[in-house]
């Protein structure tokens, strides 16, 4: 089975920075698109951001674009979530996804179809609590 991992989730207050973190195995990173979810007590998963394999193509719901950047290291087969200007409301269980192949950033080309399309593997999470 494939083991997606993330860190650096934690409590911050409001205004501050944070980054996760996710980190896979060479063979899943190497040949995988990036994304970042998260999920609220009570609401639904939502999409964050998301990196093609290759690095070339980045997406963002555009609610997220001002303060959140993903990106990823391929030396340290470690994908990135810079987030900036943290708000309570961006309190949530933050989950690592991988989607080995082109199907981010080729077969689907816009932030709204690959936030909606089934990734292949999921972390398990990481808490980020924003406060007052």
């Known amino acids: 089975q494939v083991e997606l991992v993330e860190s650096g989730g934690g409590l911050v207050q409001t205004g501050e920075s944070l980054r996760v973190s996710c980190t896979t195995s060479?063979?899943?990173?190497?040949?995988?698109?990036m994304g970042w979810f998260r999920q609220a007590p009570g609401k639904e998963r939502e999409f964050v951001a998301a990196?093609?394999?290759?690095?070339?193509?980045?997406f963002y719901p555009d609610s997220m674009k001002n303060r959140f950047t993903i990106s990823r290291d391929n030396a340290k087969n470690m994908a990135h979530l810079q987030m900036h200007n943290l708000k309570p409301e961006d309190t949530a269980v933050y989950f690592c996804?991988?989607?080995?192949?082109?199907?981010?950033?080729?077969?689907?080309?816009?932030?709204?179809?690959?936030?909606?399309?089934?990734?292949?593997?999921w972390g398990q999470g990481t808490q980020v609590t924003v406060s007052s």
């Open positions: 990196v093609s394999w290759d690095g070339k193509k980045i």
């Open positions: 060479q063979h899943t990173f190497s040949r995988s698109a």
């Open positions: 996804a991988a989607d080995p192949g082109p199907r981010v950033g080729d077969v689907l080309r816009t932030a709204q179809a690959i936030g909606s399309m089934r990734w292949t593997f």
